[in-house]
């Protein structure tokens, strides 16, 4: 499976994209994630109409929406440009995700055996993915995101599930970033070996906590890229 398409299963978890709006939404957000658009880069209507041969409307509708999942700002008089990314922003997304990701994985005490199974195939992928050298950091991003998501929809609990999904296009670009180096991914993928083994010993909270850490890392080292960035 191809980067864009676990970005795109990723994207649609929650909800199969229908609308053209929320169509138009995901091309851009696929846009953005990649690099193609940059943060502080401006959207212009007129150009995304042409660009997808559509009228304003559904452009407007799916600048909305990627502004709801904090993407997009909505300047008055000014139009619709990129988020740069902030530490401020980090932190707060972040705070939120670590609760979630820790209820989530305590959730699985009542999962079946098909979700363990598929848990330790992806753990293994992962695994695999951290010890390849090289620019691997949006896709262990992307399946790291989409284990996340997996074990969200078997904890249990639907709206805990519904708002991890709603996080991830917000924080995707984050993980990104503190996943650019081979150590960050190799020490993920540790983290991630050590939640599954405490899961199968029926260890769901120790895991939980285990799972609480390693989206703080997350955060940690995102927030300390930025800062660096913002003092140079």
Request: proline share 3%; hydrophobic share 40%; net charge neutral.
């Amino acid at each position: 499976m191809s980067l864009s398409e676990q970005q795109g299963d990723m994207l649609r978890r929650e909800s199969r994209l229908r609308t053209l709006p929320e169509q138009i939404a995901e091309r851009l957000y696929e846009s953005i994630v990649s690099e193609r658009v940059q943060p502080g880069e401006r959207l212009r209507e007129d150009a995304l109409a042409t660009s997808f041969n559509v009228s304003r409307g559904p452009i407007r509708e799916a600048l909305r929406i990627l502004e709801n999942d904090g993407v997009i700002q909505m300047l008055p008089n000014r139009g619709a440009y990129v988020s740069k990314l902030s530490v401020a922003e980090v932190n707060s997304v972040f705070e939120v995700r670590i609760l979630l990701a820790g209820a989530m994985i305590r959730g699985l005490v009542n999962a079946d055996a098909a979700v363990f199974a598929d848990f330790e195939k992806r753990v293994q992928k992962l695994e695999a993915l951290a010890r390849e050298p090289g620019e691997q950091a949006s896709t262990y991003a992307a399946c790291s995101v989409d284990l996340s998501l997996t074990l969200a929809d078997s904890c249990g609990n639907p709206v805990l599930a519904q708002f991890m999904g709603s996080l991830a296009r917000r924080s995707w670009r984050y993980t990104k970033l503190s996943l650019r180096t081979i150590e960050r991914r190799q020490s993920s993928a540790q983290n991630w070996r050590k939640i599954y083994s405490f899961v199968m010993k029926g260890k769901f909270h120790e895991a939980g906590d285990i799972m609480e850490k390693l989206v703080n890392a997350t955060r940690v080292d995102a927030v300390n890229y930025l800062s660096e960035m913002e003092s140079a």
